[in-house]
Nanobody, 120 residues
Framework: VQLQASGGGLVQPGGSLRLSCAAS????????MGWYRQAAGKQRELVAT???????NYVDSVKGRFTISRDNAKRMVYLQMNSLDSEDTAVYYC???????????????WGLGTLVTVSS
């Protein structure tokens, strides 16, 4: 199972970005998906998660600004980020809880991350 995130970049405060992440490989099923982030010198923190049924969860600091969504058929998860500020600067990692066809076991898989920089 491989996860590939894209959509990061440099944006001015108040701007928007949309992150995308695709799960690929020989996958039998995907359950929860989501995004974490890690700012320089800080621990990785949960940003948002979404179940296969569409139930979402957000860290308080992004509620009302970020929206997570997914396309189950394409095995993709998205993060729409609005009203960005400097505190959102971080490497964003997508993850998926998936079952590969090779072993039939659920496990957590991570992408390499995409850098989001909010600066004027």
């Amino acid at each position: 199972v491989q996860l590939q995130a894209s959509g990061g970049g440099l944006v001015q405060p108040g701007g928007s970005l949309r992150l995308s992440c695709a799960a690929s490989g020989s996958i039998f099923a995907v359950n929860g998906m989501g995004w974490y982030r890690q700012a320089a010198g800080k621990q990785r923190e949960l940003v948002a998660t979404i179940t296969s049924g569409g139930v979402t969860n957000y860290v308080d600091s992004v509620k009302g600004r970020f929206t997570i969504s997914r396309d189950n058929a394409k095995r993709m998860v998205y993060l729409q980020m609005n009203s960005l500020d400097s505190e959102d600067t971080a490497v964003y990692y997508c993850y998926a809880r998936a079952m590969p066809r090779s072993n039939g076991k659920w496990d957590n898989y991570w992408g390499l991350g995409t850098l989001v920089t909010v600066s004027s």
